[in-house]
């Protein structure tokens, strides 16, 4: 397994968020992590990337131990992250923003740019003065040009208009045919299922369900997913 996450718990302060959570991603396999509101995505995300280091539990990456792993050195083993809200620096261009986060690797700024054309059109402008899409595809971008064994999106398409959306998930379908390995959360089933190759749920902070999209049946979507 490329990610091996293990009965990891996680806490903000006293309350604990996460009671449990095993998931893992294999080389080139992409993985859904779903849930209702509340129930751990983000959480367990945060966990993974030692942002909100986990109390108890392990998280592997190719086989090493990440704990006491500062984030940054998480990200320089190979995690790559988009996290919710698509964070850049607003006051950098879009070039800026991409070559900062370079490292080196297959994806350059020729690949990010022929897999998002909107960014090459807007190479000069500030971040800030992009739309909510093309700042989603710059936070990817980012990720990218770090040259990441794995991808982690947070709400990929979250907020953003359908045309828009479907760029997002042209681009990961893209990812994912080139053999990128990702863990992707979004709320809009119908555009995440096709895409993955396997699903887990969160419950509760708590692993309730892992499969394959097919087996994932209404009656689950219902008792896990519905609101
Ligand atoms: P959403 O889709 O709403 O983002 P999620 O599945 O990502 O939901 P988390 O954000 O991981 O869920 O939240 C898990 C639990 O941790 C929730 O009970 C939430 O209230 C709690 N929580 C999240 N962030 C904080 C925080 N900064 N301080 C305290 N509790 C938090």
């Given at each position: 397994?490329?990610?091996?996450?293990?009965?990891?718990?996680?806490?903000?302060?006293?309350?604990?968020?996460?009671?449990?959570?095993?998931?893992?991603?294999?080389?080139?396999?992409?993985v859904a992590l779903m849930g209702r509101?509340?129930m751990?995505k983000?959480?367990?995300?945060?966990?993974?990337?030692?942002?909100?280091?986990?109390?108890?539990?392990?998280?592997?990456?190719?086989?090493?131990?990440?704990?006491?792993?500062?984030?940054?050195?998480?990200?320089?083993?190979?995690?790559?992250?988009?996290?919710?809200?698509?964070?850049?620096?607003?006051?950098?261009?879009?070039?800026?923003?991409?070559?900062?986060?370079?490292?080196?690797?297959?994806?350059?700024?020729?690949?990010?740019?022929?897999?998002?054309?909107?960014?090459?059109?807007?190479?000069?402008?500030?971040?800030?003065?992009?739309?909510?899409?093309?700042?989603?595809?710059?936070?990817?971008?980012?990720?990218?040009?770090?040259?990441?064994?794995?991808?982690?999106?947070?709400?990929?398409?979250?907020?953003?208009?359908?045309?828009?959306?479907?760029?997002?998930?042209?681009?990961?379908?893209?990812?994912?045919?080139?053999?990128?390995?990702?863990?992707v959360v979004d709320k809009?089933l119908?555009?995440l299922l096709?895409?993955a190759?396997?699903g887990i749920i969160l419950e509760?902070?708590?692993?309730a369900w892992?499969?394959?999209?097919?087996?994932l049946?209404?009656?689950?979507q219902?008792?896990y997913l519905?609101?």
């Amino acid at each position: 397994m490329l990610l091996d996450v293990s009965k990891i718990e996680a806490f903000y302060g006293a309350s604990q968020a996460l009671f449990g959570v095993d998931l893992s991603v294999a080389e080139g396999e992409v993985v859904a992590l779903m849930g209702r509101n509340g129930m751990g995505k983000t959480t367990t995300i945060r966990a993974i990337c030692n942002l909100n280091p986990p109390r108890a539990g392990a998280v592997r990456l190719g086989g090493e131990d990440l704990k006491g792993r500062r984030p940054h050195h998480v990200a320089k083993l190979g995690i790559g992250l988009v996290p919710e809200g698509r964070r850049c620096f607003p006051n950098l261009t879009v070039y800026e923003n991409l070559v900062a986060a370079a490292r080196p690797g297959q994806w350059t700024l020729d690949r990010v740019n022929e897999l998002f054309p909107r960014l090459k059109e807007r190479q000069t402008q500030m971040a800030r003065s992009l739309s909510g899409g093309e700042q989603q595809m710059l936070a990817i971008g980012r990720a990218l040009m770090t040259n990441p064994r794995l991808l982690i999106l947070d709400e990929a398409t979250e907020g953003l208009a359908p045309v828009i959306r479907q760029d997002i998930w042209k681009a990961i379908r893209r990812l994912k045919a080139d053999g990128l390995s990702i863990l992707v959360v979004d709320k809009t089933l119908s555009e995440l299922l096709p895409v993955a190759d396997r699903g887990i749920i969160l419950e509760n902070g708590r692993s309730a369900w892992s499969g394959k999209p097919a087996d994932l049946t209404m009656e689950l979507q219902d008792r896990y997913l519905g609101v």
